[in-house]
């Protein structure tokens, strides 16, 4: 990434790019050629294709090839048993409404699209549920564990306990719609030589899936995914619509790009899926918890199965001696989920953070008094000390800021005309991850650091972490920094997800720029020059151009000894309107304890939209299925309600700020999950606060706070 | 989408020669609904008429009554001095719809023709009476938290999304249309129709007619006024229900109330019977709940949509609360 | 249940009937593989001469002559066409914002308009707001605040932005957050959005 004319040793390195139009998203690179492939999608929920006309479609003008499942192009791994069924063209089965099953190549765009149009298929439909609750309702319905039961202490202690609380919790399903549509551009060249423009979290993922599909040398394939518009976990995959066009592309003998469209991005790359949770909360009269049970069913694919996190946080965020949970998938008739931001950690906190208010109301408690005696001093499930955890400074931080004091124990106290004005706090937790990963680090003589590896960037601002963490071992300035990523011949890196990055390939930085500090002074050393001399005359003395090493980098021991999280506390005041329904998030603080904050500007703003995502999850976003047809009734931006910039209050960011050596070299943890994780609690909570409902079915809309 | 033809005309006359060649064939003046309706499949015209060159801008008072051209758009109305002075609930109400982006080209024409946003009209592969004669109401039994509650029928419970149109209709608008025998005027609560047998008809523009302008009579509601919104999200969102409400103040009596509803039927609302009510009464939020409860008489649920039941009185209320304080 | 079914088929028919007539029968006795090729060489004739219209129009203070579908929108043709890629696509239906652009200076969804309809018009993208290196007081703004993450909304955010401050829609941050609105950004970057822009209105800058 380019890295000009920065003002700021923190504004983003790509930020010049970025705002002149120069970034360039998968779908825009000019390939000479290029055709462009429209997809087909399945108009019934279950059952099987009997006929696929597509006579009128290649006629049409400008077609070039349509692709299904009756002329299917050789995909080796899928003519192997096991996997997935979700083979795309390798199947005449259908197993959710809207999915691909065929896709129209032609020479224009608009072309594509209109004879795509032309593709009429016929049916065989067979009986199909979308619907979770009825599915956890139907004894013959398949259920799995979707992650083995966990117990301390005693089982469903709650239940006896002085003062107890049992609740249900609803969530939606949520999609992740980032602005850029999803899509890739694939170019098949003789010799099975692939070349690829990905949306993608992970280039050497996409790599490895598409050398794995066709079974190919995994070096004859190459991956391009520089800038990503979003991503929220759905780049986590390579979906079958990805395969789709790579087969169409070797098909046709030339590129083609496939962008699917905004009703597209609902059913066939994932969403954070509908769960139905149940907390139960048993405390003494005095405020200390003595039973937790969190019990949480989540909705899966008929194909291919998939699990979240989401009862993890009831295990160790609270002093508890009888803890106990359980998490089930139920397969329904879509398409399958994936990760979405905070996967699911925010879908149980919702849950968790709302029965720990009900409880702390049930007691009479300041909510936040009541978390704070109950905040442990250990991670009771692993047993271990945690490396570090601020939790209680954050409390009273944000507490603080929001003004806490103004708010009244008693529901609906504070009341100004129509307005009843409420204050929520929640708190998020993540995994402070950490994986392997390789980083190429390239001192030259010209005063400029090149680092390489084979990560993404989704937005958050890898780069600019990555350039401030060098520029501070090496004190070069960041704007003769330059790290490269989003290319699969780079140097290995895991995908870009579960917080990971700073962590990951920040410590390979980290590494790599020590070891070229060194070698550094050991070329001075021979060359008779002191020990802190410049990098550029030292390589200038040694007739070198540069100096260039690689560095693997993983965690040791520690993370044996220690149990390592990220915390969050959001805090927010709401106002509620009595005669509309209407609610305004009108002041929001959320505290990050996720150690050494290593790039501020953009960490803020990671902070910032966790908690802008947040009041989408809280408040306006649900994707609404018609189980009837197992079809999306507002899969657009206009019914589908991603919050707009009016629905947003100026937000404070505070950061603890204080390193955790324990996790990584730089002490710092990462944070894009605890941004959002925990928020809609909070906001759930304040609502309560602001009028004595308790809205246990997310989002809260109008209709919910008047009924 | 098919590759229609595309004509450009800048005159009316031709505009409507132009459109009675070819039956398949559309006026287009901003698009943003109609191209949106053609990239979905709703609509699949083989001839669009650009009439955006058609001289019918014009915001000007004429006598006692704003006349606004068909062609004007919703923006340049919305900030004009004389709206801004003279209707103000017609500045706030086009405020409240779409974005700055939409209504830049969006026009008062297109605004009273734009199509509901009912997800079973939008999704061709969904049962849908208005969008296909006879093939069902998704609605009626399916996902209707957005439908109407007045004046439904059995074939539609759609509701027209437009908040311009709320605002026309609460300020005794006309509405003049042009056709092959010349031009005809009508009031603008009737230009839009009720669903009954035949909700593929939104409004009463005959095939081979176009719209001109709507004429607004001056008035006296300029100080206490009000368009309020409640939405799912605090913009860019259709109404759940929407209030235009205008009252004409002598210290705190009601000389006239004008009061129309959006989101609730497959027309703008007049609220008639609240409108006689307060004529006369003191302005109380006692009287205006009497007045809301007046217009709830009729009323009809369809499950999901029941809140409205709740939410379209208190709307009520609070949009005349806010009308009367503000000044 | 495609009620345009029929309207569909009626296009093609008029298509085909007037290639059979016209340009086809010339060379429906060749060998299939060369009338697939003149099909289509045949076909791209038929377009230019019966479905194509002209478009002069001008982009960024640079006029362009075309000759395109009508179906094809203005944010189509700028991507596809001149290769103008920093206008994005983020929903083509009207509810994002992601496609702004100005036309004749005021703000429009790029992917709701026809890009003939826009004849003999000025547009101006967001590449066409700097000057060389020297960027926009809003794309400054943009930086300094962090106005965005993934980037992809941006462009959008800007031009709006932008227009919203030649409207004078900037009265308050209450103000500015609506009349921002019809831009959304997934990332969540709008209170930094409106910084951005209140830092413009205040510094009284050229915009």
């Not at chain 1, 791994?77 to 691909?100: C, H, L, R, V």
């Not at chain 1, 309702?137 to 107890?164: C, F, H, M, S």
């Not at chain 2, 007045?150 to 908040?163: E, L, Q, R």
């Amino acid at each position: 990434m380019e890295n000009r004319i920065l003002k700021d040793e923190n504004d983003r390195v790509d930020g010049f790019l970025k705002v002149t139009g120069g970034a360039k998203y998968f779908a825009e690179y000019e390939l000479p050629g290029l055709t462009y492939g429209v997809l087909v999608t399945s108009t019934i929920t279950k059952g099987k294709i009997t006929s696929l006309d597509t006579k009128a479609a290649e006629k049409a003008p400008g077609v070039i090839a349509v692709l299904s499942h009756l002329n299917k192009p050789s995909a080796p791994a899928y003519e192997q048993e096991g996997g997935s069924q979700m083979k795309i063209f390798y199947t005449d089965k259908i197993f959710y409404n809207g999915q691909p099953i065929a896709i129209v190549v032609a020479n224009t765009f608009e072309r594509a699209t209109y004879a795509a149009s032309l593709v009429k298929t016929s049916y065989a439909k067979e009986d199909f549920n979308t619907n979770l609750d009825k599915a956890i309702k139907d004894p013959k319905a398949k259920k799995l564990q979707g992650q083995p039961d966990y117990k301390r202490g005693v089982e469903n202690a709650y239940k006896t306990a002085e003062i107890k609380i049992e609740q249900q919790y609803i969530l939606p399903i949520e999609t992740h719609n980032p602005m850029e549509l999803h899509g890739i551009i694939a170019d098949w060249r003789p010799a099975n030589k692939v070349t690829v423009y990905a949306k993608t979290q992970g280039v050497k993922a996409t790599q490895g899936t598409i050398a794995n599909v066709f079974k190919i040398p995994i070096e004859n394939i190459q991956v391009n995914s520089e800038f990503v518009g979003g991503g929220f976990g759905m780049g986590l995959k390579t979906w079958p619509l990805e395969i789709a066009t790579v087969m169409a592309s070797k098909h046709v003998g030339k590129p083609v790009k496939l962008v699917i469209t905004r009703m597209q991005m609902f059913t066939m790359v994932g969403n954070r899926p509908t769960a139905i949770q149940k907390v139960g909360l048993g405390a003494t009269k005095d405020g200390k918890l003595t039973g937790i049970t969190h019990t949480a069913f989540g909705e899966s694919a008929t194909y291919e199965n998939f699990t979240e996190g989401v009862v993890n946080m009831a295990k160790f965020m609270y002093q508890c001696d009888n803890v106990n949970t359980s998490y089930t998938i139920v397969p329904v008739d879509l398409g399958v989920p994936i990760w979405m931001r905070g996967p699911g950690e925010a879908t149980g906190a919702f849950a968790l953070e709302s029965a720990i208010d009900e409880m702390a109301h049930e007691l009479d408690m300041d909510p936040l008094d009541f978390r704070i005696k109950n905040d442990p001093e250990m991670d009771q499930q692993k047993n271990k000390p945690f490396s570090s955890k601020n939790i209680k400074e954050a409390y009273k931080l944000g507490a603080a800021k929001i003004g806490w004091s103004e708010r009244k124990n008693k529901p609906g106290s504070l009341v100004e005309g129509p307005w009843q004005t409420g204050y929520g706090v929640s708190v998020g937790v993540f995994n402070a991850n950490r994986g392997k990963a390789s980083v190429k680090g390239t001192l030259k003589a010209d005063g400029t650091l090149l680092l390489q590896s084979a990560t993404s960037d989704i937005g958050p601002g890898t780069g600019t972490g990555m350039g401030l963490i060098a520029s501070k071992l090496l004190n070069i300035p960041t704007n003769k920094i330059t790290f490269e990523l989003g290319d699969s011949s780079l140097p290995p890196a895991p995908s870009q997800g579960g917080s990971a990055t700073l962590s990951t390939i920040g410590s390979a930085v980290n590494d790599v720029c020590l070891a070229l500090k060194s070698t550094i002074a050991e070329l001075a050393a021979n060359s008779n020059m002191d020990a802190t001399s410049n990098f550029v005359d030292v390589l200038k003395k040694n007739k070198l151009p540069s100096v260039e090493i690689t560095k693997e980098s993983q965690s040791g021991k520690e993370r044996d000894n220690y149990s390592m999280y990220s915390f969050s506390i959001h805090f927010v005041q709401v106002k509620v309107h009595k005669l509309t329904g209407v609610v305004k998030v009108s002041k929001i603080v959320s505290v990050g304890d996720s150690g050494k904050i290593v790039s501020p500007k953009t960490a803020r703003s990671q902070m910032v939209g966790g908690a802008v995502g947040g009041i989408g999850m809280a408040l306006t976003e649900e994707a609404i299925l018609d189980h009837r047809y197992g079809r999306y009734i507002n899969n657009n931006f206009a019914d589908y309600h991603v919050p707009v910039n009016a629905d947003v209050p100026e937000i404070d960011v505070i950061f603890i700020d204080k390193p955790d050596f324990l996790v990584n070299p730089m002490g710092a943890k990462g944070m894009g999950e605890i941004a959002l994780i925990g928020f809609s609690a909070a906001v759930a909570n304040a609502v309560f606060n602001a009028t004595g409902k308790r809205i246990r079915t997310l989002p809260i809309t109008p209709d919910k706070i008047l009924a | 989408m098919i590759n229609f033809q595309y004509l450009r005309t800048t005159s009316a006359k031709s505009a409507l020669a132009l459109l009675q060649k070819d039956k398949n064939s559309k006026f287009i003046a901003g698009g943003t609904n109609l191209i949106d309706l053609m990239k979905r499949g709703v609509t699949a015209p083989e001839k669009l008429i650009d009439i955006n060159h058609v001289p019918l801008k014009q915001i000007e008072l004429i006598g006692t009554k704003i006349h606004i051209g068909a062609l004007a758009t919703n923006s340049a109305v919305a900030d004009h001095a004389l709206i801004k002075e003279k209707l103000p609930l017609l500045s706030w109400a086009l405020q409240a719809g779409a974005s700055a982006q939409l209504r830049n080209v969006a026009t008062v024409g297109g605004n009273m023709m734009q199509r509901t946003r009912c997800g079973y009209f939008y999704d061709t592969e969904m049962p849908c009476n208005k969008r296909e004669a006879g093939s069902g109401c998704g609605a009626l039994e399916g996902f209707n938290r957005m439908h109407a509650i007045f004046g439904t029928s059995d074939k539609c419970i759609a509701v027209h999304p437009s908040d311009m149109c709320v605002a026309l209709v609460a300020l005794d608008a006309e509405v003049v249309l042009l056709g092959p025998k010349g031009e005809r005027k009508i009031l603008f609560k009737d230009f839009h129709r009720l669903a009954g047998d035949t909700p593929q008809l939104d409004n009463n523009l005959k095939p081979d007619e176009m719209i001109v302008r709507v004429e607004i009579p001056l008035n006296n509601l300029a100080k206490h006024s009000y368009y309020l919104k409640v939405r799912d999200r605090a913009s860019y969102a259709f109404a759940l229900v929407s209030v235009a409400a205008g009252l004409e103040l002598e210290d705190n009596k009601i000389l006239s109330a004008h009061l129309a509803m959006g989101g609730v039927a497959h027309k703008p609302w007049r609220l008639t019977k609240a409108e006689e009510f307060l004529k006369g009464k003191e302005a109380t939020e006692e009287n205006f709940a009497q007045a809301a409860k007046l217009s709830m008489e009729n009323a009809k649920g369809f499950g999901e949509n029941n809140f409205k039941l709740k939410l379209a009185p208190n709307t009520i209320i609070e949009a005349l609360n806010l009308a009367k304080r503000k000044a | 249940m495609h009620s345009s079914d029929n309207k569909k088929n009626s296009g093609d028919s008029r298509r085909d009937f007037l290639k059979k007539s016209s340009l086809i029968t010339a060379v429906a006795l060749t060998p299939s593989v060369a009338m697939k090729a003149a099909e289509s060489q045949a076909d791209e004739k038929f377009a230019e001469l019966f479905e194509k219209i002209p478009l002069n129009i001008t982009v960024n203070n640079k006029a362009y002559k075309a000759s395109i579908e009508p179906r094809v929108t203005l944010l189509d043709y700028l991507r596809e066409e001149l290769h103008l890629t920093g206008t994005k696509k983020g929903c083509d239906h009207g509810q994002c914002g992601a496609c702004t652009v100005h036309v004749d200076g005021a703000r429009i969804n790029s992917c709701l308009s026809l890009a003939v309809m826009n004849e003999g018009k000025k547009i101006t993208t967001i590449e066409g707001l700097a000057k060389g290196e020297e960027l926009h007081p809003m794309q400054q703004a943009f930086i300094k605040h962090d106005g965005f993450q993934c980037g992809y909304c941006t462009s959008g955010q800007i031009m709006s932005a932008v227009a919203c401050v030649r409207e004078g829609h900037t009265n308050s941050r209450a103000e500015i957050s609506e009349y921002m609105s019809g831009n959304i950004c997934r990332c969540g970057a709008y209170p930094n959005i409106v910084d951005a822009i209140v830092e413009v209105k205040e510094g009284g800058m050229n915009v």
